[in-house]
């Protein structure tokens, strides 16, 4: 699989994307989990992409788990900031339900004060089992963020004593993305790329920052709009089955360095690994 550059890391194309990994909805257990990853290391696969909010925790302790025998070969990246409850063991399966209920009152804003982002750090780091976390996000702070030099100092240090590689943003606003670029020198932010995106149509404030790219599929009913379109052209290469013009298209987008797929499924990770493994072109672009 290709290898890029994020944030001076050598990191595949295509990373794992862990929102639904540790959900009760999805009804998989932590075999099913250990199949994905089996397939990611099959695949040349080495980013995964987690949260502390992703399953309340529990993602990040599956990935601890299912990585702590090779934990080097894989760049981790987790994101903070999102209303979670961790609930001490015997009390976790009740974790995500508590969490939504937080969030329900809460909304979806920023919710991090400075007392809590290092034990967050250092809590992160303990259920990863990892001495260091290679990319560390922001979870959609808002820009004013570059104003809290407080939270810049703790990152700094973080990054400084080596517990962190990198921080940087995890926002769809590239508004947000430019101000830390150019107040903290961020060089990672991860971002929805796709067609409709805003990554796509604003690119010059994403200049000179590293992208992981997420939801590259975008929404079924944008599926099918380009679906429409592209049927109508009768250029060869747009034949390609949708999803893997997506992939294709979000690899060719300036600046990306990974793209993200979110499935549970060895198969359709394999499939998705497949529809990257011939370099991408600017013809890969959808106008």
């Known amino acids: 699989m290709e290898r890029r550059t994020l944030g001076g890391l050598e990191v595949s194309i295509l990373g794992l994307g862990t929102s639904r990994l540790a959900s009760i909805g999805t009804g998989r257990s932590k075999s099913d989990a250990k199949a994905l990853f089996d397939a990611c290391r099959e695949c040349g696969v ?7 909010a992703y399953g309340s925790t529990m993602a990040e302790r599956w990935i601890g788990e299912l990585t702590r025998a090779d934990r080097e070969r894989w760049v981790v990246v987790t994101k903070i900031g999102l209303p979670t409850v961790d609930l001490p063991g015997p009390f976790r399966v009740f974790g995500q339900r508590a969490r939504k209920t937080t969030q329900a009152r809460a909304g979806s804003a920023f919710a991090l004060d400075h007392a809590s982002l290092t034990r967050s750090i250092e809590r992160s780091l303990k259920r990863l089992r990892r001495d260091r976390i290679e990319i560390f996000l922001l979870h959609l702070p808002p820009a004013s963020i570059v104003e809290d030099d407080e939270a810049h100092e ?15 943003v ?3 606003m590239p508004r947000t993305i430019a101000a830390v670029r150019d107040a903290w020198g961020c060089p990672v932010a991860e971002t929805a790329v796709n067609p409709w995106s805003l990554a796509s149509a604003a690119p010059a404030s994403m200049t000179g920052v590293d992208l992981i790219a997420n939801r590259v599929m975008g929404s079924e009913a944008l599926r099918v709009q380009l679906l429409d379109r592209e049927a109508a052209s009768s250029a060869p290469h747009r034949a390609a089955p949708i999803a893997r013009r997506l992939l294709r298209h979000a690899a060719a987008v300036p600046g990306v360095k990974v793209i993200l797929t979110g499935t549970m499924e060895p198969a359709h990770l394999r499939d998705n690994a497949r529809a990257i493994d011939t370099p991408v072109t600017a013809e890969d672009l959808i106008a």
Do not use: K, M, P
């Not at 080495?46 to 502390?52: E, P, R, S």
């Not at 703790?154 to 940087?168: K, P, T």
């Open 154 to 168: 703790i990152l700094q240090e973080a990054q400084r004593s080596g517990v962190i590689a990198h921080f940087g």
């Open 46 to 52: 080495n980013v995964i992409d987690t949260a502390d």
């Open 170 to 172: 995890s926002t769809d």
